[in-house]
């Protein structure tokens, strides 16, 4: 399993995500893994760096992820590491 970089702090997840994930017959697991070990997913490469600054200076972090199904969802720790939200772009 991958480091993490990062703390997590308490995990929540938007009830459109949770719908976009059984949906799609996943679970939040493997999305949390990836983005706390930097794996950024679905970005751009100034969007990653802005990502790897934030970790060090300790700023806002958020990754984005397609599903099996092609749903998009983003993972949004915030610049304190006290949570991570999954949640649908749009219900950002």
């Given at each position: 399993m991958a480091t993490a970089r990062f703390s997590l702090?308490?995990?929540v997840a938007t009830p459109g995500a949770i719908t976009a994930l059984a949906r799609a017959?996943?679970?939040p697991l493997p999305y949390l893994v990836r983005h706390s070990a930097g794996d950024w997913g679905?970005?751009?490469r100034e969007d990653k760096a802005e990502n790897e600054s934030a970790v060090k200076d300790g700023l806002r972090i958020l990754s984005?992820?397609?599903l099996a199904d092609g749903t998009r969802i983003w993972v949004i720790t915030e610049a304190d590491r006290s949570a991570t939200t999954i949640l649908l772009p749009e219900e950002y």
């Open positions: 702090g308490s995990t017959g996943e679970t679905e970005l751009d984005a992820y397609l």
